[in-house]
């Protein structure tokens, strides 16, 4: 059984921490690795995605990924209180389009 | 607009009553997927398909069926519903001509009540 684990949270941080998401996946055959923004009742929408080994950086956003250690995590720089959301890890894995998320972190970030 | 929609976007109905939710897309994606999202579970995979009939299995299919006969149309049927799939239902999709990166467009949502 294929699985994505996330802290649920919530993870609470002051405006303009650093907000540390992380990510471990079961399947060493995965292939690519998501991270999907969920507001309160809306669809998610991606935020980055990463395949290769090292970081990734798009604006305040930084995606990390450990292949050996099957880990992904997302560092969100100066939090912002519009931060607050749903933070959804997915997973993709090798051969096909089979996807498997995570249950989600709950982050807020407090004015 | 690109966009996923989904009808209806709210649906309350009762135990054995067949019925179906739309998912159409403009975006001319291969891929198409559908997720129910639980409280405490996160997103899970029902079917996808990666094609114009072809179509898979995700993680919780019992229950559920699925066609693609246009690239554009994914609907999901639930044959007789029960009350265990009262759930928050997403269709997605994406293109699919590289493997290794596959962003999906959700659709705004189909919540699901049944009796």
């Known amino acids: 059984q294929k699985e994505v684990e996330q802290n649920s949270g919530p993870l609470s941080v002051p405006e303009g921490a650093i907000a540390s998401l992380n990510c471990t996946y079961s399947?060493?055959?995965?292939?690519?690795f998501f991270w999907y923004r969920q507001y309160s009742g809306k669809s998610p929408e991606l935020i980055m995605f990463?395949?290769?080994?090292g970081d990734k950086e798009d604006g305040r956003f930084t995606a990390q990924l450990n292949k050996a250690s099957q880990y992904v995590s997302l560092l969100i720089r100066d939090s912002q209180p519009s931060d607050s959301a749903t933070y959804l890890c997915?997973?993709?894995?090798?051969?096909?389009?089979?996807?498997?998320f995570g249950a989600g972190t709950r982050l807020f970030v407090k004015a | 607009e690109a966009q996923v929609t989904q009808n209806p976007r709210y649906l309350i109905t009762v135990t054995g009553k067949k019925l179906t939710v739309t998912c159409s897309q403009n975006?001319?994606?291969?891929?198409m997927s559908w997720y129910r999202q639980d409280p405490g579970l996160g997103l899970r995979q029902i079917y996808y398909?990666?094609?114009?009939?072809?179509?898979d299995k995700g993680d919780v299919p019992e229950g559920y069926k699925v066609s693609r006969k246009e690239k554009r149309n994914f609907p999901l049927i639930l044959e007789s519903p029960s009350p265990n799939q009262t759930s928050l239902y997403f269709c997605?999709?994406?293109?699919?001509?590289?493997?290794?990166?596959?962003?999906?467009?959700f659709g705004p949502g189909t919540r699901l009540t049944v009796l």
């Open positions: 997605a999709s994406s293109f699919a001509r590289d493997r290794t990166y596959n962003e999906q467009f």
């Open positions: 399947d060493r055959g995965s292939q690519s």
């Open positions: 990463i395949y290769s080994n």
């Open positions: 997915a997973v993709v894995y090798t051969g096909g389009f089979k996807t498997i």
């Open positions: 975006m001319n994606h291969e891929y």
């Open positions: 398909s990666m094609n114009v009939e072809v179509t």
